[in-house]
């Protein structure tokens, strides 16, 4: 049962540290990325939409994305739903693709999106924290009523120590990465 519990937290960090790397990417970085277009939603025939299953996105050069809807009666709906996104990039409708250039970051937004990203970050780590948390009340509980032994509870209590070092350092780097990616360009 103990090794269930320490099972559980492993995957529990896992997707702790999945949900970490979604936030990042939503961040801007002054590079286009198609991640960044994940969040829009386009009135398709009454139901909303995610934009890549109604067009086709790439990014022409690291500072553009080029939408090419499928059907071009779509072109304004499009166009509508990247003016009510928060992206702070205007559309540029030519009747058969949009243009979206991605904006310059000033050297106060790029410190302001730094500070944002640590906070993400931290937010992570006190996700793995509570985890780790979790799993040792656990292993108390069961200590408590006698299905573990001592030794038991210390050796699952490392273990669970040492997979929440592991995550809080997988943290830490791809903060470093993404810090370092933004302040780079």
């Given amino acids: ?38 969040a829009i939603k386009v009135n398709y025939y009454g139901t909303p939409t995610p934009l890549n299953q109604v067009s086709a996105l790439s990014t022409p050069d690291a500072r553009s994305f080029l939408i090419s809807p499928w059907e071009t009666s779509l072109l304004k709906e499009i166009e509508s739903s990247i003016v009510k996104s928060d992206l702070g990039m205007s559309p540029m409708n030519d009747g058969k693709v949009i243009r979206l250039k991605v904006p310059e970051l000033t050297e106060d937004r790029r410190k302001d999106l730094v500070k944002n990203i640590k906070k993400i970050c931290e937010d992570a780590r006190v996700a793995v924290r509570m985890v780790r948390r979790d799993a040792n009340d656990d292993l108390k509980k069961q200590l408590k009523d006698k299905a573990i032994s001592e030794d038991e509870n210390k050796r699952f209590q490392d273990e669970v120590q040492k997979l929440t070092d592991d995550y809080i350092k997988k943290v830490d780097q791809l903060a470093t990465d993404k810090e370092k990616e933004l302040m780079t360009l």
Wanted: a positive charge; proline letters at 0%; glycine letters at 2%.
């Fill in 1 to 38: 049962m103990a090794s269930v519990i320490a099972n559980s937290s492993k995957d529990k960090m896992e997707k702790a540290l999945q949900s970490l790397l979604a936030d990042l990417k939503k961040v801007r970085t002054g590079r286009a990325q198609i991640s960044m277009l994940d």
